[in-house]
């Protein structure tokens, strides 16, 4: 037996940002960010669309391409830091959305980890053979809470959904292994400030900004390099594998030159 995802699915808002569009509102130039982040366009959501309406298409596109029925789905877990509510969780409310009924449905917050840290919650979970199939679904809608009059996170950020369905199938072709870690000595770096209960939502933090992104771009690039780096050699070790035995490295796409760094 083996822990296999079976099925994928993605979605992205109607409305797109060049770089072309950034220079009309930011002192930037479609230079200045391609040669810094490799990014060319993001896409942002409506103001009335929730992570839940960005995720449901995925979570269909990924139920279908697994070839199962909804119902066979017996877990649901959601990785975001951008829910439509503190609670309710997204899950929750997805649950509902695809008519399934009373499955277990958390939502877990790992940042640009969380596809990867609800992975490896779903394999163990599988592997202890209590749940058979269980949709992930990672969904972002980081344009809601970002600054667009800082020119070194607006650019950077945008909306998306994806899904994935894992079960537990005959065969040894699956998941090879896995590598989870964190550091949370480094939690400044790439901060929301206010919004939770260290900062609740005030005047002050309104007026100070504290409710959108803040990061120290030249630490998170330093640090995502050596982690991403060390990730993948221990990946490699746990699944008996060198790099050369690899035909497709797919690496976390945030910026052009931590890949090209990391590679």
Sequence with gaps: MAVKITGIGMNLPSKSMT???FEKILDTSDQWITERTGIKVRYFSDKDQAASDLAYPACLEAIEKAKISK????????????????????????????????????DLLAGCTGFI????????FLESQRYKCILVVAVEELTK??????????????????????????????????????????????ILPAGGSKNPASIESINNTMHYIKMDGKAVFRDAVSMMIKATKEALNRANLKKEDIDLFIPHQANI?????IA
Excluded: M, W
């Design 117 to 124: 840290y609800a992975a490896e919650v779903a394999r163990n």
């Design 71 to 106: 119902d066979s789905i017996d877990l649901i877990i959601v990785a975001t830091v951008t829910p439509d509510y503190l609670f309710p969780t997204t899950a929750c409310i997805l649950q509902n959305r695809l008519g399934l009924p009373p499955t277990p449905a958390f």
């Design 257 to 261: 030159r931590i890949i090209e760094a």
């Design 145 to 190: 809470i970002l600054d667009l009059q800082d020119r070194n996170t607006a650019v950077l950020f945008g909306d998306g959904a994806a899904a994935a369905i894992f079960q537990h199938v005959e065969g040894d072709t699956g998941i090879l292994s896995s590598y989870i870690s964190a550091d949370g000595s480094k939690h400044q770096n790439l």
């Design 19 to 21: 770089n072309s569009d």
